[in-house]
């Protein structure tokens, strides 16, 4: 199973660092999670196609997770694209509502053209993706529609967790527990605490707890330029380390 980091930055701009994003490929399936802004260029990059896509899941609903799914929709009603296979949109209980207002904005431009889209909600029953793995949601706390997602293939155990945004919560431990690779928020830098985020110290305790075997820290605001992440987060975790960068690619 492949995880590609799409974007590792925030809601704020950055020359080298897309919003959220992350791409899942694993059996001949591929999944989004999140499509911050930049998402979409990012997978030009790599040659993926909008066609490409089974299913996108969002953390929540804050624009820099969710600024791209419009774009997406429109996208894919070039003829060129060609796509006539399902694609499955996932969010929070409240997301049916969230593209609801999305058709009420933008009319026909975000509805589908030759293939089928299924909106869903996602709580506490696992969602067969296809190809054999399996995503489960875990409510974290950032906002009342915030989520962590865990996608798992059962026939071979392997499992990767991302956390969207979240503060320190039961359900990141959750969803990140045996993980052989969680993919954990880190916004800001020890001493400079923002509620509903982390630090790298309390991703790494998150990560010890929940006996993760790699931890990929990402979304990194401004804050974070010229400090030593992967030392403030080595303080509470003793597995491998990762720093998100754009186009970062790690197999489980």
Request: aromatic share 6%; proline share 6%.
């Amino acid at each position: 199973m492949e995880t590609i980091v799409l974007g590792s930055g925030t809601s704020v701009p950055h020359p080298k660092r897309g919003s959220a994003g992350h791409l899942v490929r694993r059996g001949g399936v591929t999944l989004l999670v999140d499509a911050g802004l930049g998402t979409l260029q990012k997978l030009a990059v790599l040659g993926i196609s909008l066609g490409d896509p089974d299913a996108v899941a969002f953390t929540h609903l804050h624009l820099d997770h969710t600024a791209e799914l419009a774009p997406l929709l429109f996208g894919l009603r070039n003829p060129g694209i060609g796509r006539t296979k399902k694609l499955t949109l996932l969010g929070a209980p409240g997301f049916r509502d969230f593209y609801a207002r999305l058709r009420r904005m933008y009319g026909g431009w975000v509805e589908p053209l030759g293939y089928p889209l299924e909106v869903e909600e996602v709580s506490g029953e696992p969602v067969p993706l296809g190809g054999g793995l399996v995503l489960s949601a875990f409510p974290v706390a950032h906002t009342p529609q915030s989520v962590a997602f865990r996608v798992e293939d059962p026939g071979s155990g392997k499992a990767v967790a991302f956390s969207g945004d979240t503060d320190v919560c039961e359900g990141l431990v959750a969803a990140a527990r045996e993980a052989d690779l969680a993919v954990f928020e880190c916004s800001f830098p020890e001493g400079r605490k923002v509620e509903g985020h982390l630090t790298p110290g309390e991703a790494g305790r998150i990560a010890a707890q929940a006996g993760a075997k790699r931890l990929l820290l990402t979304h990194f605001y401004p804050e974070c330029e010229g400090e030593d992440i992967l030392g403030q987060c080595r303080k509470a975790y003793s597995g491998e380390i990762l720093l998100a960068e754009d186009l970062l690619r790690v197999t489980v």
